[in-house]
């Protein structure tokens, strides 16, 4: 990835879900420009490089509230749960 990533990028991805703010997988993917597959590889590749507690995974009801309040069509359609990435 060549390009710069703006703060107003990063700012816009991010939700707030278990009262904290966060910025879900497929959303790391795309500011890195890779696949959300890549970004759960290097998770679960490297799990001394992320401190406990700092990833968590979505149950269904967060997952649809997500899909209802903010239009994720990647999101919709995805039979996996995704991931949150706390800030």
Known sequence: MN???KFNQVEAKVLNLRNQSVILDSDVA???GVETM???EA???NPDKFPEGYIFELVKAEKERVIENFDNPKLKFSPAMPKAFKE
């Open 3 to 5: 390009e710069v990533v």
């Open 30 to 32: 795309t500011l890195y």
């Open 38 to 40: 890549r970004i759960n």
């Open 43 to 45: 998770v679960k590749n």
